[in-house]
Nanobody, 116 residues
Framework: QVQLVESGGGWVQPGGSLRLSCAVS????????MSWYRQAPGKERELVAT????????NYADSVKGRFTISRDNAKNTVFLEMNSLKPEDTAVYYC?????????WGQGTQVTVSS
């Protein structure tokens, strides 16, 4: 059974930092790309960052380039999202996701709130 469990969200002031984690189980983690998405109130879910199975290739949404870093620890079946220089517009529920055997799986999400 595929499971994704996010953690690390919270409240932070503008300019602050947070590190999100997503623990994964149920498949051979190192073989699959992982992604972080976010959804702000009243908006569609958007792709934030993707990392390949080996971690060799990374992709980011333009809105987070230079501020967010996606990484993974294949020994611990965990993917991370390091978020720096946070802005109020980064406020959203953040989800990790994978496409395993042509089906998308999602975690329960973790709330990130950026405000003063």
């Amino acid at each position: 059974q595929v499971q994704l469990v996010e953690s690390g969200g919270g409240w932070v002031q503008p300019g602050g930092s947070l590190r999100l984690s997503c623990a994964v189980s149920g498949f051979t983690f190192s073989r699959y790309a992982m992604s972080w998405y976010r959804q702000a109130p009243g908006k569609e879910r958007e792709l934030v960052a993707t990392i390949t199975g080996t971690g060799a290739r990374l992709n980011y949404a333009d809105s987070v380039k230079g501020r967010f870093t996606i990484s993974r620890d294949n020994a611990k079946n965990t993917v991370f999202l390091e978020m720096n220089s946070l802005k109020p517009e980064d406020t959203a529920v953040y989800y990790c996701s994978c496409n395993y055997k042509q089906q998308y799986y999602w975690g329960q999400g973790t709330q990130v709130t950026v405000s003063s």
